[in-house]
Structure formats: structure tokens, C-alpha cells
């Protein structure tokens, strides 16, 4: 049974557009999707909820699940590993995640362990981006609903999502570390000009205070 996995969390997805990628990837290499597992707005229900129990009672050895992205599988890093654990290794389905270009075979016998591991960890950056983002906007959609007016007041400083690390970018910069190792290496998240921006505004306000 090959099985298309399809969710949407947010108003600004579409299960049509999943359905299509996962057809297109079916057409290109010859299979047809059996059944289609399908949900909507359910980004904040259990892994029941959201048919991710469903799916995984179903599945037998030599199976196949199909979905678009790897952030369709779970609301965290954590949830989603131990679905792609079960899938593959309990399970022993085959699951392929279009996005990231990832085909886990169980069958597939050349350093299996050694792949799942480099791959899904290579990616946990940008799926731990994925569901930040997917979450403020949820959030920013909540308050918007209960009327409250988004955006800062006239003349506040806008907060930054670097302001929980200040003291520790700053310490690393005063040390001559380089912005793309503080990104990389000592915090994990941000970009480089919007972090270079913040150690700019953070000097100058502090030079100012100094004063």
C-alpha cells in the first residue's frame, strides 16, 4: 500500500497544493498513491487528532508513505523523529519526504543508520525554523481575531529575537568571534545581517547609556 500523508495547520496552506506535489512525485516515478490520509487546521490537536496514529496502525512491512514536507509528520524535532523511528525501523515502511528530497528505505542496506542520521540531522535547522514560524503565525492570527492591535507602540524599541542571548552575543563578539560563527556555532538560529544589525543597535544604546 503506498499512502499519501497530507496536513495543513494554517489558513495560509493548502491540502491541494500537498496532494499535487505528492502526485506529480508519483507520476515521475511510477507509483500511485492507495489512500490519502488527510487533515485540516489541526496544527495544536494530539498525534491522534492529526491521523498520525491512524497512519501508523495501518502500515505493514514494505509499505509506503509519501508526504510533501518533513514538518507534516510533527509539531517538534522530537515528535517528528520518533514518527520517522516507527515508520522505518518498527514498522519497516518506506517513507519519502519530497522537500528535503529524502527516500528512507528499510531494504536499502548500504549504511542505512548512517544516512537517517546525517540527513534528518542536517535538516533539524530548518524544520525547527518551519514550525517557529508556523507557530507565530498562529499566534499572531489569535490575537488579531480577539481584536487586539499587532505591531509596536510609537517611540518602543522593538524587541529581537536575539535579546535572550544579548549578553552572550555580545561577550562573543567582544572576543572577536566572527557573526557567522556566533550563528552557527553558539546560538543556532538567526541570519547574518539581521544579527549584525542587533550587536550595531546593542553597541550604540550601550555607548549612549555609558555616556
Known amino acids: 500500500m503506498i499512502y499519501g500523508y497530507v496536513r495543513v495547520s494554517t489558513q495560509d496552506q493548502s491540502i491541494d497544493g500537498q496532494k499535487n506535489a505528492i502526485s506529480r512525485y508519483c507520476v ?4 500511485m498513491v492507495d489512500e490519502w490520509i488527510e487533515l485540516e487546521m489541526s496544527s495544536r490537536k494530539s498525534t491522534l487528532l492529526r ?8 502500515l505493514s512491512p514494505d509499505d509506503v508513505v509519501i508526504a510533501s514536507e518533513l514538518s507534516r509528520l510533527g509539531r517538534s524535532t522530537k515528535e517528528t523523529l520518533n514518527t ?5 525501523r518498527e514498522k519497516k515502511a518506506r517513507l519519502i519526504l519530497i522537500k528535503q528530497n529524502l527516500d528512507l ?5 548500504n549504511n542505512f543508520a548512517d544516512k537517517v542520521l546525517i540527513t534528518v540531522f542536517s535538516m533539524l535547522t530548518e524544520l525547527e525554523r518551519d514550525f517557529i514560524s508556523e507557530r507565530t503565525k498562529e499566534g499572531l492570527r489569535a490575537r488579531k481575531a480577539k481584536g487586539i492591535k499587532l505591531g ?9 529575537m536575539y535579546d535572550h542571548d ?9 572576543l572577536g568571534v566572527p557573526v557567522t560563527a556566533i550563528l552557527k556555532i553558539h546560538i543556532g538560529y538567526g541570519k547574518y545581517l539581521s544579527l549584525k544589525r542587533f550587536i550595531q543597535k546593542q553597541i550604540s544604546s550601550r555607548n549612549r547609556a555609558a555616556r
Open 28 to 31: 515521475d516515478h511510477k507509483m
Open 152 to 160: 509596536k507602540p510609537k517611540g518602543t524599541v522593538q524587541a529581537s
Open 84 to 88: 520517522i523511528e516507527t515508520i522505518v
Open 105 to 109: 528505505n528499510p531494504n536499502t542496506k
Open 51 to 58: 491521523r498520525i496514529d491512524e497512519l501508523l496502525e495501518k
Open 166 to 174: 544579548a549578553e552572550k552575543i555580545l561577550n562573543l563578539h567582544k
